[in-house]
């Protein structure tokens, strides 16, 4: 059994014994010095991350998928992170997945009792027919939690790549994973509550493998989402300045180039740098595995 009084994430901070009666400003401010060290914390694992997100992004680039696999606030992080990339990167349904012990439910309603259970874990992975080029990244601040740390080890005997994130130094978890993240921020500011720095650390390690796999994967243009879908009035509106940015074209050859590409902003791009129509635009992206860089070279004449 883990003896929780040694992990870092579970210390308690006896110059806060008086918090309760200090002033909120005093509080907030307290707690602000706090989140102020976690940037440094990822900074110290930042090779173990980029080494993660390049074993990532080659097994993406053949077709894998990235599956988030935790236990309350760390599942619910997954999620967070697997839901944005749809509109942000337009990745297909089931391309990046979250899971959570418990199910769909366990987001709103706690479900703590499915953290403990690893069999849990390797059902759901079972269940979206787990395969070796796809990835499980389990996510738990302790480093210990039975559903994280069964959700990699069943991944690895499947042959699938595995990545461990925690907050605690020597974790089951990283032993587990072929690549372990452990990004140590230290005790809480309430005694164990890991939804707090250790949150916000995960939170930053997340945004990081998402994004630069998906930058990796040509699904930007520089720092351009170029891959955005545009499903509301917001995001039409940032597709028309991406374009715009992207092109330097005056707006009425913008709209022009988004209707005929039917709201892609990538095609609609290439249809204006490349000067090619939409068919063609399209025919170029596809043979350039939807890399705009690619097909623009392709079009050069």
Known sequence: MTDFAA???EAHRPELADVDQRPTLDIARLMNAG????????????PAIAAAIDAIAARMARGGRLVYAGAGTAGRLGVLDASECPPTFGTAPGQVVGLIAGGPSALVTSAEGAE???????????RIGLTPDDTVVGIAASGRTPYAVGAVRHARALGALTVGLSCNPGSALAAAAEHGIEVVTGPEFLTGSTRLKAGTAQKLVLNMIS?????RLGKTYGNLMVDVRASNEKLRARARRIVAQATGAPDDAIEEALTATGGEVKNAILTLLADVDAPTAARLLAEADGRLRDALAAAAP
């Open 211 to 215: 994004t630069i796999t998906m930058i």
């Open 7 to 9: 992990l870092t994430t």
């Open 116 to 126: 403990d259970s690893p069999a849990l874990a390797a059902a759901d992975l079972d």
């Open 35 to 46: 989140d102020a060290a976690v940037p440094a914390a990822v900074t110290a694992r930042l």
